[in-house]
């Protein structure tokens, strides 16, 4: 039986039945949760709902389990996979308390290394609530998430980006050319991952192969990745294809992820795929996962549950993977769930807190939609802060304008600008390849090569005769 | 500024000596650089399409038009059905997405009436505004006109339902169009959600049975119908082998992709499949 909360405030008494509701109240506004009828209805409840979450022990989120053992999974893997070991110093706590432990001086990087395992999501999505954005951004700052596969993404003062050079009929000139456009601003020490407009094998293959040859032609240091659903890259690696990274939209809840066609099982099957093709040079982190508030509303999977605290369970089902790269997808899903660019800002800051407190390699894609009320300014403002906060990468495309997902993210001019004005670098494999193909004249000072670097040049010779394109 | 001192000084504006690769594509590509920001034209030319998209987002369906220009076109013995989804306007359609899935009750009666005669049909078209009224005004009657000639061609006979046009409607909505009408399957043909580069996008989404509460996985889609995008003809073919195939295996979604979308796309830079960055 669910435990009831309340407390008086002046002469009102305030009751919560509870825990999802107690959380959900307690979740920063935003029009997900009104949509699913879960937010708090003044906002005097919501700082109520935050008072008494803050008193709550974190050992309730172990024995009062928000979506039933039995039901789901990901409660099942929460909870077996839960060390209490690395949770005993944390075991005293109250939630509020823990917001003062992760911002104390003990909490260094190690310390917060060490406690990962001990973490749930619903601790972390708890403790985000209590937070101002300051505090999302300081705490995040100190976890370190290193991964690898051809390059280390997520050490210290790097900022890397995913090339995405997606086109609407999957144009193989096109998307080479949105490919150099993007090489030659620095772009795609993350991966260059494209999707696909259209979502098959057979056309997965071929974008496969058409990164791969790039890779190993120019010998870049980093991975390519097309961004199928999971049984098409599984069938891609039988058909002998060059997989790199294996791509997977997921959620925190199994029926989210049974609507997106998989379950647990066929990530594992997933990743001991990739596992066996060896393609990694200095590292063997082979998943990319993307998430966003608001995919299982959505799906209708959200078991009463605010979406935030679903999407912190969607870095459960990531790390049980050793991915790469995790990346919360903040604006795509439009003003239904995030309305504008405040909402956008706020969730984007606790996605990659939540994420990186689990031990996820966290990035953002810092984007909105055209039914969204946000602009350039907001992104702006999100990346810089995501900048500041360490967040692990994020998206490239040129001149923000994605042709064939019809958002906008951010470009390559904009990851230049958050590297030059917080003196962040990319991965360090990628940066000294940036300065050996003279893409940089000055890496360390962020200057370009004003020239076309002379390998490119050579390329750009063999451009089709006329450009065909119907206009 | 004399000559002089413009041949010494360096440029402000740096030129990307690839720019001529924007020949091929849409994306923003070689936009030149001020330092390592956009300079002020190619700034400005972004703010003006997202001022435009975002007018495509709030800019209404001309319903009747529609309805007149798709009987000529298909020369239609009926007229189509005219419904309204349960979000009563466009700033509750963005906030509720599921008023925009559901009929009103005025919109129900109409269809029940509609489908008095208890008649099955094979398939029920219906076209709903969904983002980008632009895309449904502008892509309906010649993609149409090419499904109803890729019909007329194919093997089986195809008993239409009466064409349904919905207002303020999301892809679900067509769900409980097509169970009010009797359908096996049904095409929704909705107006994606607006790009910079492409505010008139249309999407089709085809479900076998229809009824009220499917999820995502139940559906196909095929996305990027336009004249910039998949042409009308190569959508209508591919939708095509999508419902003969989902009529064979009375089934649609996730099931279903795998054998029927198994084609590649060869894209339109002039049949050049080859990639210029890897040529020897």
Known sequence: MAQTYHTTVGSRRYRFKGLAELMAKATPPRSGDRLAGVIAESAEERVVAQMVLAELPLTTFLNDVLIPYEKDEITRLIIDEHDAAAFAPLKHLTVGDFRNWLLSDHATSDVLAAARPGITPEMAAAVSKLMRNQDLMLVAKKCQVTTAFRNTIGLPGRLSTRLQPNHPTDDVTGIAASILDGLLYGSGDAVIGINPATDNVAQSIKLMRLMDDVIQKYEIPTQSCVLTHVTNTLEAIEQGAPVDLVFQSIGGTEATNRSFGFDLSTLAEAEAAAQTLDRGTVGRNVMYFETGQGSSLSADAHHGLDQQTCESRAYAVARKFNPLLVNTVVGFIGPEYLYDGKEITRAGLEDHFCGKLLGVPMGCDVCYTNHAEADQNDMDNLLTLLGVAGCSFVMGIPGSDDIMLNYQTTSFHDALYARRVLGLKAAPEFEQWLAKMQIFQDVSSYRLNDQLPAAFANSLRHLPKEAARDV | ?280
């Open chain 2, 1 to 280: 500024m004399s000559d002089n001192e413009s041949k010494e000084s360096p440029p402000i504006v740096i030129a990307n000596p690839w720019e001529r690769l924007r020949a091929f594509t849409d994306a923003r590509i070689g936009l030149g650089r001020a330092g390592i920001s956009l300079p002020t034209h190619q700034l400005l030319a972004f703010q003006l399409a997202h001022a435009q998209a975002q007018d495509a987002v709030h800019c209404p369906l001309e319903c009747d038009a529609l309805a007149s220009e798709l009987t000529t076109a298909l020369s239609l013995s009926q007229t189509p059905i005219h419904v309204h989804s349960h979000a009563a306007d466009r700033a509750m359609y963005l906030q509720r997405p599921d008023y925009g899935r559901r009929l009103n009750d005025d919109s129900r009666e109409k269809l029940q009436q509609a489908a008095e005669s208890g008649q099955r049909f094979d398939l029920a078209v219906v076209i709903v505004d969904g983002l980008s009224a632009l895309a449904v005004q502008q892509n309906s009657a010649p993609f149409l006109t090419a499904l109803y000639r890729a019909f007329e061609h194919d093997q089986w006979e195809w008993q239409l339902a009466p064409l349904t046009i919905v207002e303020q409607g999301r892809v679900a909505i067509g769900d409980e169009v097509g169970a009010l009408l009797n359908a096996d399957a049904v095409l929704v043909m909705i107006g994606e959600r607006p790009g910079l580069s492409s505010p008139d996008s249309l999407g089709l989404y085809m479900t076998w049975a229809p009824e009220v509460g499917l999820k995502d996985d139940r559906r196909n889609c095929i996305s990027n119908v336009r004249p910039a995008g998949l042409k009308p003809e190569e959508a209508a073919r591919r939708l095509l082998l999508l419902l003969v195939e989902a009529r064979q295996r009375q089934l649609s979604g996730v099931q279903l992709k795998d054998r029927s979308e198994d084609n590649v796309l060869e894209g339109a830079s002039g049949g050049s499949p080859q990639n210029f960055l890897v040529a020897d």
